[in-house]
């Protein structure tokens, strides 16, 4: 069974939308303060060992303008690996290896995972996470909090009256403050 690991950006007060500059939200852009060799050598590898990239459509929409003008061995991998994008609106994706998800989502990735195959990345994608989450297709949360609050922007989880019990596997620190917490779905 393939794992499904959800990776993302998040401050501290829990935001996670805009972590690059964007013309429309002043609090947006909030990631590149923190950065550094270690964190993007970690990304790197994340990327590396991922099979497939899955991403909403917001997320795939800036990746797709992103990275296909860009080279390098991170922007390689980024090109080549089949990509899926859970969209209800989109027909032809323009970026290379991309296939869109029409359909149920809990059902498509269910299919998804019992394939033969390494993991799933799912980069940031807010939306897409919170409708994975709900359906308990997240193997996986690997969060780099970033030692900054913004108290505006689109969180990490939705609120809820679900509670939803993860267990920490994993820590590690980077440079300017910056904390990787992994965790997984809590035995029930």
Do not use: C
Not at 159 to 180: D, S
Request: charged share 20%; net charge negative.
């Amino acid at each position: 069974m393939r794992k499904l690991i959800f990776s993302a950006f998040v401050t501290l007060d829990g935001v996670m939308e805009s972590p690059s500059p964007e013309p429309d939200r002043a609090w947006s852009g909030w990631v590149a303060a923190y950065q550094s060799p270690e964190q993007f050598a970690y990304k790197f590898n994340e990327v590396e060992e991922a099979e497939t990239l899955l991403l909403g459509r917001v997320t795939y929409d800036t990746f797709s303008d992103a990275w296909p003008s860009r080279s390098g061995p991170f922007a390689d991998k980024m090109n080549a690996i089949p990509k899926l994008v859970a969209s209800r609106t989109m027909d032809k994706p323009q970026w290379n290896n991309t296939q869109v998800i029409k359909g149920d989502l809990a059902s498509e990735i269910t299919s998804l995972k019992q394939g033969d195959g390494g993991p799933i990345l799912v980069a940031g994608s807010r939306l897409l996470s919170h409708a994975l989450g709900a359906a308990k297709l997240i193997d996986e949360y690997r969060l780099m909090v970033m030692p900054v609050t913004i108290g505006i922007g689109g969180r990490l989880f939705p609120e809820t009256e679900r509670k939803t019990a993860l267990e920490l596997v994993e820590t590690q620190t980077f440079p300017m403050g910056v904390a990787l917490l992994t965790y997984r779905q809590a035995a029930a």
